[in-house]
């Protein structure tokens, strides 16, 4: 008779997810801000640092961003984008070149201005993005249609002069990828900043479990000197919006600016078309706003640094500890990210721990499981529990794994339809932001007044034109003229 590998169908009950059983991180319904803030600092993900604006990446929540980092460089690399590194610093007047550029940047730019002791001739701005160096660049070393296209993308660091500070939110310096392209022709550049788009999309809905908005950026909220923006919205517990990855395609008006000229097939000099796209740690915060309950992280596990925490019971009995590690190996040599913990710390201590950390399954092990040649594995996005044959066990957590991942995006994308609704006139939009907080959709006749109006009554702003339009309504919520443009709107991190 085959053995049947997979978790038995019998279980006990899991404890209620609404419960709180962590008393040290606020309860998330009373206080979303403290429970965030408390989530990331009892996890270990980051810690405020001595120097204003800035934050400490524990080893924990850069593991995190190491692992986004690799799925998405792996998805970079096989549409064949390659990595390069420019200059923290950009001299002023390069930065001055784009007046629109400039302009959106220019409240958040921090600028050195000595060297040592001595006063520079020409200050240096730490890079808030870094267009202008890329375009520098590729004035200098594109010379023919057959050196294009240019596929760059650099994983650094750049800062903003921000006047708070949110981890992983809001810091003055962070970290991220920026991309930035040259093409032969503005069909390409435009192709190229959709493509990203999708990525961007795998991204957060195959390895993060969050589900997304794909659309284009109004006018008024895409990027300085961009000829269209493209973005990604996600929707938070508390019904904020957070842009989660955007990308631009530049036409040719920073190649105008800076000379990108080539030489095509028939010998005439023609302008570059470029874009650039990028994501940031931000990532790690829509993770914990996402998924995260009142007793800490939830973590999907593509990106989980420790998919299994192992936990001896009775570990000073003969034999358990030695099972644990046996089975540790086991898991890891299938590729499952596992730990043991053999502390002197409590098993109680070290089930509370692992939720907090939001390890995505708890392998429990003692005397009478190894007895019976079977072990008991605890959910963390459930907090189901269940007993597992040993045999083959390997197969039975990455099923699990797999499992819980999809679970996640299942809950999110509930939660997401749940709390997207409609509105045909600003009293509507503005009762529902008050009240039942998240997306709105509404038509909008394209008028800026009519954009300024709703971010200045609404506190709302446009997140984005959904590639998939629906007719909410006819005329524009604020203005009651005809409109066949629905936007959705949110308040937003």
């Known amino acids: 008779m085959p053995q049947d590998n997979s978790p038995k169908s019998k279980s006990k009950a899991a404890p209620p997810q609404d419960k709180k059983r962590v008393e040290s991180i606020a309860d998330m319904n009373q206080d979303f801000a403290q ?48 990595n390069v590194y420019m200059p923290m610093l950009i001299p002023e007047h390069m930065l001055q070149m784009e007046k629109d550029h ?28 870094s267009e202008v160096l890329f375009c520098a660049h590729y004035a200098d070393t594109v010379q023919s249609y ?20 949110r981890p992983f939110l809001r810091t003055r310096e962070f970290l991220w990828q920026e991309g930035h392209t040259a093409h032969a022709t ?8 959709l493509l990203i788009l999708d990525s961007y999309t795998k991204l957060a809905e195959e390895k993060l479990a969050i589900p997304v908005i794909r659309g284009q950026k109004t006018e008024r909220e895409k990027f300085a000197g961009a000829l269209s923006t493209y973005t990604i919205e996600s929707l938070m517990h508390d019904g904020k919006a957070l842009q989660s990855g955007t990308t631009h395609d530049f036409g040719d008006k920073f ?22 796209w990028g994501v940031s740690t931000r990532l790690i915060g829509g993770i914990i ?83 019976a040649n079977q072990c008991v594995l605890a959910r963390r996005d459930t907090g189901e529990k269940t007993t597992a044959s040993l045999e ?51 038509m909008w006749c394209g008028s800026d007044a009519c954009e300024v109006k709703i971010k200045e009554d609404a506190t709302a702003t446009s997140r984005c034109i959904p590639f998939q339009q629906e007719r909410v309504g006819d005329t524009c919520l604020v203005c009651n003229k005809p409109s066949d443009k629905m936007v959705v709107w949110g308040r937003a991190y």
């Open 35 to 82: 429970w965030y803030t408390d989530v990331v600092r009892k996890a270990e993900l980051a810690e405020y640092s001595k120097t204003g604006g800035c934050i400490i990446f524990r080893p924990y929540g850069f593991a995190i961003w190491e692992l986004i980092r690799q799925h998405l460089d792996a998805d970079l690399v096989a549409t064949g984008h390659e």
């Open 102 to 129: 400039i302009e959106g940047f220019a409240p958040e730019v921090a600028w050195v201005t000595h060297g040592g002791t001595e006063e520079l001739t020409e200050r240096f701005c730490i890079r808030p993005t």
């Open 146 to 165: 057959r050196d294009l296209p240019k596929l760059y993308n650099q994983w650094c660091n750049v800062m903003r002069w921000e006047k708070t500070t």
């Open 186 to 193: 503005a069909e390409e550049s435009l192709s190229e900043a």
């Open 255 to 276: 190649a105008k600016v800076f000379g990108i000229q080539y030489l095509d097939k028939n010998n005439q000099l023609q302008y570059a078309h470029q874009s650039s």
């Open 289 to 371: 706003m996402v998924h995260g309950d009142n007793n800490g992280l939830v973590l999907p596990p593509p990106i989980a640094p420790i998919q299994t925490v192992i936990i001896p019971v009775a570990a000073h009995k003969p034999g358990v500890t030695e099972k644990a590690a046996e089975l540790a190996n086991l898991l890891k040599q299938a590729g499952i990210r596992t730990k043991v913990d053999t502390s002197d710390h409590s098993p109680g201590w070290k089930f509370a721990e692992y939720e907090m950390k939001g390890v995505p399954i708890r392998l429990e092990i003692g005397p009478r499981d190894i007895e």
């Open 392 to 442: 083959n066990l390997e197969t039975t957590v990455t099923q699990l794994l797999t499992d819980i991942r999809d679970n996640m995006y299942k809950k999110a994308a509930a939660r997401l339809s749940q709390s997207t609704y409609t509105a045909t006139s600003m009293d509507e939009l503005k009762s529902i932001l008050d009240t039942t907080p998240g997306f709105v959709k509404a």
